[in-house]
């Protein structure tokens, strides 16, 4: 009973701890390579403002250092 109510409080709890804590952060972009005006509207808006996109390392990086302080992962 206990375990059951752990994971309960994990499937509910978890989505809303991060829902809250990347809140100012842009979303995600299901496009890789990005052409026409979408490609012009990304590339006027400065590199932290952009959506994350897959296979972006080095753009995500960067987001990731500004909104979350390290884009590595911080040992414990």
Same mark, same amino acid.
């Given at each position: 009973?206990?375990?059951?109510?752990?994971?309960? +409080?994990? #499937? /509910?709890?978890?989505?809303?701890?991060?829902?809250?804590?990347?809140?100012?952060? !842009?979303?995600? +972009?299901? #496009? /890789?390579?990005?052409?026409?005006?979408?490609?012009?509207?990304?590339?006027?808006? !400065?590199?932290?403002?952009?959506?994350?996109?897959?296979?972006?390392?080095?753009?995500?990086?960067?987001?990731?250092?500004?909104?979350?302080?390290?884009?590595?992962?911080?040992?414990?």
């Amino acid at each position: 009973m206990k375990v059951r109510n752990a994971i309960l +409080s994990l #499937v /509910v709890g978890l989505p809303l701890f991060v829902s809250a804590s990347s809140a100012q952060e !842009p979303g995600w +972009s299901n #496009v /890789v390579i990005a052409r026409g005006e979408m490609r012009q509207q990304i590339e006027a808006t !400065p590199i932290v403002n952009r959506p994350y996109r897959p296979l972006h390392f080095y753009g995500n990086a960067v987001r990731r250092a500004h909104y979350r302080g390290s884009p590595l992962a911080a040992r414990r």
